[in-house]
């Protein structure tokens, strides 16, 4: 697998005029954040060497090269699902090679599922743990010693200080944020409200099928990493509604100005 990580990262520094210094992963119905981005140039997908191709709907799949907030950022616009098929080392594969491209600052947002019940649809929450309720993890296998260690540390999986600047940001800019702990899931299926119940007993607020695949595998190569999430549907019991991905698709776009603000905030403070 190392081989296929340096002949990509080859590939896009042979394209690549600056050296990024965040990597951001744009999730379902945000990948509008782009266009706060000064964009020097794309790639897409399918154009480049070892990479998946996304096949969800509302995730375009290309790489965005530019500058954001006065940062030189790397921006997925398209993520990979395990649901889709793709093993969690292909899943995880973007991450791996943005950290050999020199990033060392992950930013991950995402849609989920609200399951605590003092949240609401719309909300924005910054994840500040997770729980890998995914029943496998995208490092499992031979341990690549070069990109990590066998038994990494989890114990902040998302850097406290950007949470803590994130929550003062939201305060000054009058944007209410949320805090709490995403759980990760394989979908594809929304969940029953007996499995919205269990994940909520788990400690969860909210829940979801991507990011803890790409968080473990970043802090595997020791990147910091922060990651906000939509809150698109309820899972709470006597809330819960019937739900689609159109709908998932439309509340995340609808926060996404916001999340735009907070995340140039963010990478202006740093
Ligand atoms: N469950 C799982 N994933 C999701 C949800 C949900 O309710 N909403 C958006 N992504």
Excluded at 64 to 85: L, P, S, T
Excluded at 193 to 202: D, G, L, M, N, Q
Aim: some cysteine; aromatic content about 8%; hydrophobic content about 40%.
């Amino acid at each position: 697998m190392l081989e296929k990580i340096k002949e990509t990262v080859e590939f896009i520094q042979s394209k690549l005029e600056f050296n990024p210094e965040v990597g951001i992963i744009l999730g379902t119905g945000l990948g509008g954040l782009t266009k706060e981005i000064n964009i020097e140039f794309e790639i897409e997908y399918k154009d480049i060497p070892n990479f998946p191709v996304s096949t969800v709907e509302g995730h375009r799949g290309a790489l965005i090269f530019g500058e954001f907030a006065g940062k030189k950022v790397i921006a997925m616009q398209g993520r990979f699902h395990y649901y889709e098929g793709y093993t969690m080392q292909e899943t995880t594969f973007p991450v791996r090679v943005l950290k050999l491209l020199g990033i060392e600052l992950l930013i991950v947002s995402n849609a989920s599922g609200g399951i605590n019940p003092d949240f609401s649809v719309g909300d924005i929450m910054v994840i500040n743990d997770h729980i890998n309720l995914f029943g496998t993890s995208p490092l499992i296998g031979k341990n690549i010693s070069e990109l990590g260690p066998r038994f990494p540390d989890m114990s902040e999986a998302y850097d406290k200080k950007l949470i803590a600047k994130a929550l003062e940001i939201g305060n000054k800019l009058n944007i209410k944020l949320r805090k709490g702990i995403y759980a990760g899931v394989t979908g594809p299926t929304f969940e029953t409200p007996a499995e919205y119940f269990y994940i909520r007993s788990t400690g969860a607020d909210a829940v979801g099928m991507s990011t803890v695949p790409e968080v473990i595998v970043a802090r595997h190569m020791n990147m910091t990493c922060f990651a906000l999430s939509v809150i698109t549907d309820s899972g709470v019991p006597g809330e819960i509604v019937e739900v689609s991905h159109e709908e998932v698709q439309e509340v995340a776009s609808k926060a996404e100005s916001k999340m735009a603000l907070v995340i140039a905030e963010l990478l202006k403070s740093i």
